[in-house]
């Protein structure tokens, strides 16, 4: 879920138990779109080895205050431009007391002073020490200043006490940083295809196409991101599975017709990214076909229309489907909407140097009624996440006229 590319987040871990919850703190963050680099005080290595966050963040971890392998020696300074955000997660009693005091006896607490990113700060500590007026008053200290203090929970703590102290879950505070999206499509029922399908020639070979169902998976994701209950119809692929509510896997096109056509009528958003073979062989042969003549004549029947059918219905979902081009891109785009009485439709070509099918990347110009917007190339997950953007709009504009 790459939502905030180009985030820097320095993570100071301090030397409390809870630090090996941190590993996967980074993970959590990463999995936001954040680029994370880690300090460790020198205690905090006792706990967790500086090379678990190097291999989770990729970077190399600092614990040194004057480290010479630094430019000019200046680690602290280096740090402190370089983050957007400065997290401190454990951050012990000692830690939020020598922030309260303004100390600088370590690279942690350095860094800390010389950052004018936001401060956020996990406490972690046995219930005891949080519950010590001194550490009362040095919370009401950082707070005063504009720290962001999240945490701390309540619970079983490792010493065998009971109540507060405990660190917050990785994803409670990889959340507090990066919010969740808005969901703007929640409670909203929503039905995808995505994907190629194969029709059988016999037991061995098929009539397929090149889609690798990428783009459609990317958009289910990023659909599901933002609230819809998304079940998706997919078609013979190799990808990992995405985040939705249900996948039903298909393979021909009659199958996907009935997967789709069952679940049609329940849906309030359909959207059609799928490439689904308009013919299939008429009497697909019973065992393997052997090459016994110079020429193999095939009889081909057309598929059913799934977009065309659920848009047809009558009390049809709002309506998204794709058109793959290899010329005429546009015309051909707005011919299908218009003909297939669709409310949106996303065209792309293919058979180029660029984007389409088996590329990582793509570009789309979105046509509606009285209305289109380019799209221009980029890495499909990003794509997706714009395409999605526009679907949410064209569809409340929609829902709004309808009520």
Request: glycine residues 8%; charged residues 25%; negative net charge.
């Amino acid at each position: 879920m790459n939502l905030n590319p180009g985030s820097r987040v320095l993570l100071g871990v301090g030397a409390g138990i809870a630090a090996y919850k941190s590993v996967d703190l980074v993970r959590r963050l990463k999995e936001r779109g954040a680029d994370v680099r880690v300090i460790m005080t020198e205690s905090a290595t006792a706990f967790v080895a500086p090379l678990t966050f190097q291999a989770v963040s990729g970077h190399p971890v600092r614990t040194t205050l004057l480290d010479p392998g630094a430019e000019a020696g200046m680690d602290h300074i280096e740090l402190a431009r370089w983050a957007d955000r400065l997290l401190i997660a454990p951050a012990t009693a000692d830690v939020m007391a020598r922030l309260a005091a303004g100390l600088a006896n370590d690279l942690l607490t350095t860094v800390a002073l010389a950052c004018e990113a936001p401060l956020f700060i996990a406490p972690a500590m046995n219930q005891a020490m949080w519950r010590h007026l001194a550490t009362q008053q040095n919370l009401e200290t950082l707070r005063a200043r504009g720290v962001h203090i999240l945490g701390p929970g309540v619970g079983e703590q490792a010493c065998g006490d009971l109540g507060p102290g405990r660190m917050l879950e990785p994803l409670e505070i990889a959340e507090a940083l990066f919010p969740p999206p808005a969901r703007p499509l929640a409670g909203v029922r929503l039905l995808l295809t995505a994907g190629p399908t194969r029709e059988p020639l016999d037991p061995v070979r098929f009539l397929g196409n090149r889609s690798s169902g990428r783009m459609g998976f990317a958009l289910a994701e990023a659909l599901t991101e933002l609230g819809a209950h998304v079940v998706l119809v997919a078609g013979p692929v190799t990808l990992p599975a995405p985040r939705v509510a249900e996948r039903v896997d298909v393979e021909t096109a009659l199958d996907m017709h009935g997967a789709v056509m069952e679940r049609a009528a329940d849906c309030d958003l359909f959207v059609a990214t799928a490439a689904v073979a308009d013919y299939r062989p008429m009497d697909p042969a019973e065992n393997k076909i052997k090459k016994n003549a110079d020429e193999l004549t095939l009889r081909l029947v057309r598929n059913p229309d799934i977009l065309a059918e659920v848009a047809a219905l009558d009390s049809p979902p709002f309506t998204v489907g794709f058109a793959a081009e290899t010329d005429h891109v546009e015309e051909y785009a707005r011919d299908k909407l218009k003909r297939k009485k669709l409310d949106m439709i996303a065209a792309n070509q293919v058979g180029g140097t660029h984007g389409g099918f088996e590329r990582a990347e793509n570009a789309l110009t979105v046509i509606w009624r009285d209305g289109q917007r380019e799209l221009p190339m980029m890495d499909k997950t990003q794509l997706a996440r714009e395409l999605a953007q526009l679907i949410v709009e064209r569809y409340q504009e929609h829902h709004a006229a309808s009520s």
